[in-house]
């Protein structure tokens, strides 16, 4: 999830009237260590700040490049609330995390994690957002997520095993599948709050499982394979769509009405080559769209929506772009920048 994040880097001391003065402002404070510059006062007065602030304070270990990381070192801010573990290759002690009981934001990026049953932990139930990396194993077990209830934003890279149980996670808003190859998602249709539902990287011919929902903003981006999204009528409540990078998609047909897409982004789908149906989306206020196959007049002509107040197109043939940001200008359309 994206945060106004203020960074402590490495610090040789923690200055606990900035920190306030940061959290006050209502940024996300951030101390991180990449080499064991910390000791036991500091890891002290670390946890006493924990403890009296909430999870905007965020705690990350990563790196430690020339050192092995011992993870039992959380025992010395066990009120720590938001935690990352990650860009880590030699550790030991990795359960210590487990018996971390404040917990309420976590992520873990140890690529050389080998345990299977990690989440089995009953000190992750009451997590409320959670971040799993890629690990060279790929044998991570998905099972217990189905157990964490307060659960609201999920972001899984790789991971697969029993995947399905995150149709269980009933209060479960943000799902971000990173890095995900062919494999079933009809569990979303399980998830009635979801709001958020992001596709990054990995591959799939088409979302076509997904059923009538809820979801406001969805993303398709990077995703090898991915040849249709014809399924887009099912997201009757959707604000921002934001397709990018996929290579195989050659057309989108808006066939009926979205009345709530306000943003509509089309990037970088080279054999794109026909956007139709603008007209069934009388919200929209943001359409841009850039470096695709899809012909300028074939757009123009539609009838655009009368919210529309950005529009940009462009090809990357400078010249082309100068005409078309003109004709665009001329009908009363800016960019997004101004």
């Given at each position: 999830m994206k945060k106004n994040i203020t960074l402590i880097d490495?610090?040789?001391?923690?200055?606990?009237?900035?920190?306030?003065?940061?959290?006050t402002k209502g940024k996300t404070v951030l101390i991180q260590f990449s080499?064991?510059?910390?000791?036991?006062?500091k890891l002290t007065q670390i946890n006493y700040l924990c403890k009296h602030y909430d999870q905007n304070l965020a705690i990350r270990f990563y790196?430690?490049?020339?050192?092995?990381?011992?993870?039992?070192?959380?025992?010395?801010?066990?009120?720590?609330?938001?935690?990352s573990i990650d860009g880590l290759n030699d550790f030991e002690n990795v359960y210590a995390l487990t018996e971390l009981e404040n917990l309420k934001v976590f992520a873990?990026?140890?690529?050389?994690?080998?345990?299977?049953?990690?989440?089995?932990?009953?000190?992750?139930?009451?997590?409320?957002?959670l971040d799993i990396y890629a690990t060279n194993s790929k044998k991570l077990n998905l099972e217990y997520v189905r157990n964490f209830k307060s659960l609201k934003y999920l972001t899984i890279e790789e991971h697969t095993k029993n995947m399905e149980a995150i149709g269980e996670v009933s209060n479960l808003e943000y799902l971000c599948l990173r890095s995900i190859k062919q494999?079933?998602?009809?569990?979303?249709?399980?998830?009635?709050?979801l709001k958020t539902l992001r596709f990054l990287l990995g591959s799939r011919e088409n979302i076509k499982e997904i059923n009538e929902n809820e979801i406001e903003n969805l993303e398709i981006s990077w995703v090898r394979g991915f040849n249709n999204i014809t399924n887009v009528s099912n997201f009757k409540k959707i604000k921002i769509l934001s397709i990018e990078d996929n290579i195989k998609l050659d057309k989108i047909n808006f066939d009926i009405e979205l009345s709530a897409l306000a943003d509509l982004k089309i990037l970088n789908c080279k054999?794109?080559?026909?956007?139709?149906?603008?007209?069934?989306?009388?919200?929209?206020?943001?359409?841009?769209?850039?470096?695709?196959?899809?012909?300028?007049?074939n757009v123009i002509k539609q009838k655009l929506p009368a919210t529309l107040k950005v529009f940009e197109f462009y090809t990357g043939k400078k010249s082309i772009d100068i005409e078309i940001e003109a004709i665009l200008q001329k009908k009363g359309y800016t960019d997004r920048h101004n």
């Amino acid at each position: 999830m994206k945060k106004n994040i203020t960074l402590i880097d490495n610090p040789t001391f923690i200055d606990d009237i900035f920190v306030d003065r940061e959290l006050t402002k209502g940024k996300t404070v951030l101390i991180q260590f990449s080499d064991p510059t910390y000791d036991k006062d500091k890891l002290t007065q670390i946890n006493y700040l924990c403890k009296h602030y909430d999870q905007n304070l965020a705690i990350r270990f990563y790196g430690h490049y020339f050192s092995k990381f011992d993870c039992s070192v959380v025992k010395q801010i066990s009120n720590v609330k938001n935690l990352s573990i990650d860009g880590l290759n030699d550790f030991e002690n990795v359960y210590a995390l487990t018996e971390l009981e404040n917990l309420k934001v976590f992520a873990l990026g140890i690529y050389d994690l080998k345990e299977p049953d990690f989440f089995k932990s009953d000190s992750f139930k009451q997590l409320i957002e959670l971040d799993i990396y890629a690990t060279n194993s790929k044998k991570l077990n998905l099972e217990y997520v189905r157990n964490f209830k307060s659960l609201k934003y999920l972001t899984i890279e790789e991971h697969t095993k029993n995947m399905e149980a995150i149709g269980e996670v009933s209060n479960l808003e943000y799902l971000c599948l990173r890095s995900i190859k062919q494999k079933s998602v009809e569990f979303i249709n399980n998830i009635k709050k979801l709001k958020t539902l992001r596709f990054l990287l990995g591959s799939r011919e088409n979302i076509k499982e997904i059923n009538e929902n809820e979801i406001e903003n969805l993303e398709i981006s990077w995703v090898r394979g991915f040849n249709n999204i014809t399924n887009v009528s099912n997201f009757k409540k959707i604000k921002i769509l934001s397709i990018e990078d996929n290579i195989k998609l050659d057309k989108i047909n808006f066939d009926i009405e979205l009345s709530a897409l306000a943003d509509l982004k089309i990037l970088n789908c080279k054999t794109l080559n026909s956007v139709t149906g603008i007209e069934n989306l009388p919200s929209l206020t943001q359409f841009i769209i850039g470096k695709t196959d899809v012909n300028f007049e074939n757009v123009i002509k539609q009838k655009l929506p009368a919210t529309l107040k950005v529009f940009e197109f462009y090809t990357g043939k400078k010249s082309i772009d100068i005409e078309i940001e003109a004709i665009l200008q001329k009908k009363g359309y800016t960019d997004r920048h101004n």
